[in-house]
């Protein structure tokens, strides 16, 4: 078992990201992000179904602040490496979050074990608390600028 930690940048690559993606509800956005993580061979393709199904059991908790969900499952239930996918809805959903929805950003994460991603989502959750970070992520008219915007806050933090 691997006791590296990866930062924010390591797990989240430029080809993961996916901007304006059209969506039915919360749980074809939970598919299009897991989609990403299986085409990066980060995930199998059951990971996806985990991922449904940790929602329907335990609620839309992983909508962690306004706008934002952060979907995953267990690492055994098809996680093959840490990583993270990030997508924006072309159009916001609700996840049955009455305090954060409607949500448009969805980032969806693989671990393999307990700590790999820790300071990853760490650096992640420093990122979301400043809402001009979330600002110029929902206005970046490229893949490529809301990936700059990202290493240029993290490179702040």
Do not use: C
């Not at 078992?1 to 930062?7: G, K, L, V």
């Not at 996680?79 to 959903?93: D, E, S, T």
Request: proline letters at 6%; charged letters at 30%; aromatic letters at 6%.
């Amino acid at each position: 078992m691997s006791t590296a930690e990866f930062s924010l940048l390591d797990l989240l690559k430029k080809e993961a990201i996916a901007i304006d993606v059209p969506v039915s509800d919360w749980k074809d956005a939970v598919i299009k992000v897991g989609e990403i993580l299986v085409k990066i061979d980060a995930a199998e393709p059951k990971y996806i179904e985990a991922m449904i199904k940790t929602v329907e059991e335990m609620g839309p908790y992983i909508v962690i602040t306004k706008g934002i969900a952060l979907p995953h499952a267990r690492p055994e239930e098809g996680a093959k490496k840490p990583a993270l996918a990030l997508i924006r809805l072309q159009n916001p959903i609700n996840f049955g979050n009455p305090d954060n929805d409607p949500v448009d950003i969805i980032i969806g994460f693989t671990t393999t074990d307990k700590r790999s991603h820790v300071k990853a989502i760490a650096q992640l959750a420093k990122f979301l608390q400043k809402e001009e970070n979330i600002k110029k992520m929902r206005k970046a008219k490229t893949v490529d600028k809301l990936y700059q915007h990202i290493k240029e806050a993290l490179e702040k933090l």
